[in-house]
């Protein structure tokens, strides 16, 4: 069995970091990355990890599931996908779907950004959740850690506006790669590479 001959659910845990909305906290995110049919290191491809968060997040109830929003890139995103439906009609929700269904259970949801070449580690974000307080509810489920910030605020619209000015930037489309087990953004100025999330162990 080859990793470039499935398309593979992936999860990281992103590293913390501490954003001036939070002052002393710090947060920690779930990322879900589709594989595309993408070369995968095999200590990511064979760990069972990824199978058991998966099913994990399949279970969560409908009555637990959180808002979500698109990437505000969407439409460049799903121009470059129709571009790969040549000879087929290119439906624009059944590719949304399973997207949305991982950012409802708390995830920023990738996908792999060209899918005509399997050695291409690009990905770009898709779609990513609106938190409210009853996530902690999904982390019971799950497992994990609570977002800081939604513990410290009885109103979690100020997180929800950081992610929000966030996802804007550049590395979120289509600037992050996954390098062995760890996922990373690329600074253009210096030409540096900075480690932004890790494989589940």
């Not at 019971?140 to 950081?162: A, K, M, Q, T």
Request: one cysteine or more; charged letters at 25%.
């Amino acid at each position: 069995m080859n990793s470039t001959d499935f398309d593979f659910d992936l999860f990281f845990r992103s590293r913390y970091f501490r954003s001036r909305y939070f002052r002393s906290s710090y947060s920690r995110f779930l990322i879900h990355l589709a594989s595309g049919g993408g070369t995968i290191a095999s200590e990511v491809f064979s760990n069972p990890a990824h199978f058991a968060l998966r099913k994990k997040l399949r279970s969560i109830p409908e009555s637990l599931k959180l808002e979500y929003k698109l990437s505000p890139h969407i439409d460049e995103i799903l121009a470059n996908k129709a571009r790969n439906f040549e000879s087929q009609e290119f439906d624009r929700q059944a590719y949304l779907s399973d997207f949305i269904d991982f950012a409802r259970c708390g995830c920023f949801s990738f996908d792999r950004t060209y899918l005509g070449n399997s050695t291409d580690r690009q990905y770009h974000l898709v779609a990513y959740p609106v938190f409210r307080r009853s996530y902690e509810n999904i982390v019971d489920i799950v497992g994990g850690e609570v977002i800081c910030g939604l513990r410290r605020h009885s109103d979690p619209g100020i997180l929800n506006s950081f992610i929000d000015k966030s996802v804007r930037k550049p590395f979120w489309n289509g600037n992050v790669w996954l390098i062995g087990k760890h996922l990373v953004t690329h600074i253009h100025s210096n030409d540096k590479k900075i480690h932004i999330a890790s494989s589940l162990e």
